[in-house]
Structures are given as structure tokens and as C-alpha cells.
T-cell receptor
Framework: ELKVEQNPLFLSMQEGKNYTIYCNYSTTSDRLYWYRQDPGKSLESLFVLLSNGAVKQEGRLMASLDTKARLSTLHITAAVHDLSATYFCAVVHSTSYGKLTFGQGTILTVHP | EAQVTQNPRYLITVTGKKLTVTCSQNMNHEYMSWYRQDPGLGLRQIYYSMNVEVTDKGDVPEGYKVSRKEKRNFPLILESPSPNQTSLYFC???FGGGLLLEAFFGQGTRLTVV
């Protein structure tokens, strides 16, 4: 059974600081997604990581995937208030490409 | 405008009364899926469909049914809703049967079963 764990679950940051959210998963997979959710809203796709060593960057966010370590990271650089949201990683099952398991989510709050 | 549309957005119903939540996408996506979101549990996949007439179970399929008779529509059916199905539901679609590209999510349906 595929398990996906994010940490931390809650993250309070000051503006301008850097931090990393971790996403660990329990079985082999080479496809991982990161999503953002604002309070009361739907999910917005941030990154699609399709292979070992994949790295993608958009603005102050950078995501990477290490399939051997079964680990993805979402790095936040010089945080700003607009980044406050809940961030989810989601892993595709290697034996069933339609099946997707999400992490619990990381609630990020960026303070002035 | 490319979008995934769910209806209704809010629904309060009574235990045992059959209901359907509709999901429609206008992007000609092969892949569609349903999720429920509960506090502290993240999103959990209920069912998914790789294409028309092809559906399979996600992690929490019990108490739900789906059908995919047309490419654009993927309704979620609760034959006999129970209070533990009170949740926020999301439908999503994606181009490519293997989730190769980003998924687009609907706005969500908040269901309360009393």
C-alpha cells in the first residue's frame, strides 16, 4: 500500500526566509505532483515531476524528485505573504497509473 | 474557457436518499477522477476513469458508484448516503490516461448528510 507523508504539517514563516517542505512516499513511483490550495478554494497544479532528478521552478517555488530516496521537496525562497496556502504532494501508483495518493497537506502561513 | 464544472456546489441531504454529483469537463480529457477531502486526511481518491467505459477504484470507493458513458462527464453516485460521507468532494480531469500532465480540479461540492 502506498503511503505519502508530508512534513511539516504546519509551517509558520517570516517573510524573506527560506524553507523546505518534504514529501516522502513508501513504494516505488516515478511520478509526483505538487498542488496548492487556498482556503475555501479548489486545488491548483504547481508542478508535475515525471522522472528521477526532475527539478522544476516557478517564481519562489522549486520542486525536486529523488525516486531512489522516495522523496520530493518543495523549496520556498524568500517567502512572501501571497504564498500562504496549503500545499499537497500526490504520488502516482507505479502499478496503476490512474491511482493517486495525496499527502496530508502542509499549511503554510507567511508572516510579515 | 477550459474548466471542470461540478454541481451542485453545496448539498444537504438525509441518510439513505440517493444523490448524484455531476462533473463535466470541456477539455476533451481522457482521465477523470473523484476525491474527497477531510480535515487532517488530505485528499483521498474515490474512483478514477482512464477513458470512456473504463473506471477503477481508488483508495476509498466504498459507498460510491461512478459511470463514464461520455468523455466529458463523470458523475459520482451515492446510492444510500450516510453521515460518514459528509465531506468536500472534488472532481479532476487530465489529458493523457496516465496522469502525464497536470490535473484540473473542479470547484468542489460540499456535501452534508444528516
Amino acid at each position: 500500500e502506498l503511503k505519502v507523508e508530508q512534513n511539516p504539517l504546519f509551517l509558520s514563516m517570516q517573510e524573506g526566509k527560506n524553507y523546505t517542505i518534504y514529501c516522502n512516499y513508501s513504494t516505488t513511483s516515478d511520478r509526483l505532483y505538487w498542488y496548492r490550495q487556498d482556503p475555501g478554494k479548489s486545488l491548483e497544479s504547481l508542478f508535475v515531476l515525471l522522472s528521477n532528478g526532475a527539478v522544476k521552478q516557478e517564481g519562489r517555488l522549486m520542486a525536486s524528485l529523488d525516486t531512489k530516496a522516495r522523496l520530493s521537496t518543495l523549496h520556498i525562497t524568500a517567502a512572501v505573504h501571497d504564498l500562504s496556502a496549503t500545499y499537497f504532494c500526490a504520488v502516482v501508483h507505479s502499478t496503476s497509473y490512474g491511482k493517486l495518493t495525496f499527502g496530508q497537506g502542509t499549511i503554510l502561513t507567511v508572516h510579515p | 474557457e477550459a474548466q471542470v464544472t461540478q454541481n451542485p456546489r453545496y448539498l444537504i441531504t438525509v441518510t439513505g436518499k440517493k444523490l448524484t454529483v455531476t462533473c463535466s469537463q470541456n477539455m476533451n480529457h481522457e482521465y477523470m477522477s473523484w476525491y474527497r477531502q477531510d480535515p487532517g486526511l488530505g485528499l483521498r481518491q474515490i474512483y478514477y476513469s482512464m477513458n470512456v467505459e473504463v473506471t477503477d477504484k481508488g483508495d476509498v470507493p466504498e459507498g460510491y458508484k461512478v459511470s463514464r458513458k461520455e468523455k466529458r462527464n463523470f458523475p459520482l453516485i451515492l446510492e444510500s448516503p450516510s453521515p460518514n460521507q459528509t465531506s468536500l468532494y472534488f472532481c479532476a480531469s487530465s489529458f493523457g490516461g496516465g496522469l502525464l500532465l497536470e490535473a484540473f480540479f473542479g470547484q468542489g461540492t460540499r456535501l452534508t448528510v444528516v
